[in-house]
């Protein structure tokens, strides 16, 4: 199937995000009859046979793409990622304790704020100063005493940094990851974690659900009583239904593990992503008109953040790659400049194409 169909253009956004072709063609399908069924997937109730199937085979090939073992709990959630941010600590910090984080952007800050309301979040790292560059060394992270657990943002989206290595803990201490923007974007190690929440619409899916993948034995560690919409273990015991989910997203997500499945799992998808991103990058730095705000240790694969010489000629660029078939390349409000999300199922052609005007517009503006 070819990634440019002519009535598509070429999406860079941020969130929510391109989706695989393939994957919207099944939809378009399912949406008017699915499985022989005679009725769309919307239509069909969340204690249906056919939705049943669905949720059994998304748990399964999200087991089977991110090598998950019975250890751990595969969860989809609501709220979205800034609901985990509070849902983390009262499910897991107890009452005055202390939960450390990596303050590397503005997702990271927004977290720590919700941390503060059922205890003390204590920043192990702090980019702030340095303008949000880099993700920290495991040798750069100063851990608290005795932390509920460590949380750190392992793709930071609007910045374009992103770790390239996994944070080892202090002994016990529970890893939380907010893998919103890169999950499912490499190989997984999940005995290394805790937790890990991704909001659906970067990688995954439309918006409207969230992956929790969480470790068994944290169920049981919720301090205080709960709402069961707020509780991991209600979600867990219910079978991510404990009222009507969103049923369409998390049928869509489903189908997205199907095709990375297809693909040949994270270990192919990691490939084309790196090479994806090299493409761009090495025009980044073979030319003295663009530059790049992350350290080059710490450059993300999933959003490359980059500007021109001023903020008149970003926009000038902005204008005349949309005229060219290329939208949403505009950086968070926040930093300005550019901004090229390029998530598992953005096309590797696009990424070619993007270079080949950004030769273009230096040639005529530089
Ligand atoms: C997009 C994003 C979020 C926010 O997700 P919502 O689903 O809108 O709550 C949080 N963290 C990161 C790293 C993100 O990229």
């Known amino acids: 199937m070819t990634a440019t169909a002519t009535d598509r253009i070429l999406n860079f956004s941020a969130g929510p995000g391109v989706l695989p072709e393939d994957v919207l063609r099944q939809v378009q399908s399912d949406i008017w009859n699915i499985d022989g069924s005679g009725m769309g997937i919307m239509e069909h109730s ?10 059994a085979e998304a748990f399964a090939d999200c087991r089977a793409v991110g090598n998950i073992g019975d250890d751990y709990e595969v969860l989809f959630m609501t709220g979205g990622a800034t609901a985990q941010n509070h849902l983390i600590p009262a499910n897991l910090l107890p009452e005055g304790g202390t939960a450390d984080y ?37 040798d750069e992270l100063k851990f608290s005493a005795n932390p509920a657990y460590f949380h750190y943002t392992s793709n930071n989206t609007i910045r374009g940094t992103q770790y390239h290595y996994v944070p080892e803990t202090p002994a016990g201490v529970p890893l939380v990851c907010d893998m919103c923007s890169d999950i499912f974007s490499r190989p997984l190690d999940i005995s290394k974690f805790g937790l890990i929440y991704a909001g659906a619409q970067k990688n995954l899916g439309p918006a409207g659900t969230t992956l929790v993948i969480i470790r068994k034995d944290l169920l049981e560690r919720s301090p205080r009583p709960l709402p069961g919409m707020m509780s991991y273990k209600v979600f867990a015991a219910k079978e991510s239904r404990p009222n009507t989910p969103p049923v369409f997203p998390i049928y869509v997500v489903g189908l997205v593990f199907k095709w990375i499945l297809k693909q040949g799992g994270l270990g192919v998808i990691e490939q084309q992503n790196a090479a994806k991103a090299k493409v761009i990058y090495d025009a980044l730095d073979a030319s003295d008109f663009y530059t790049t705000p992350a350290r080059t240790d710490s450059r993300s694969l999933m959003n490359l953040v980059f ?18 078939g290329m939208d949403n390349l505009k950086g968070h409000r926040s930093t300005g400049g550019m901004r090229a999300s390029i998530y598992n199922a953005f096309p590797a052609e696009g990424c070619e194409t993007l270079v080949q005007f950004m030769r273009e517009f230096e040639r005529r503006h530089g």
């Open 102 to 138: 990596a303050v590397t952007g503005y997702w990271a800050k927004k977290t720590i704020a919700e941390c503060k309301l059922y205890g003390t979040p204590h920043a192990a790292f702090d980019g702030e100063s340095t303008n949000f560059e880099f993700v920290p060394s495991q």
């Open 46 to 55: 969340h204690r249906a046979k056919v939705y049943d199937k669905v949720l």
């Open 307 to 324: 500007r021109t010489p001023s903020p008149e000629t970003d926009k000038k660029f902005l204008a005349e790659a949309f005229e060219a």
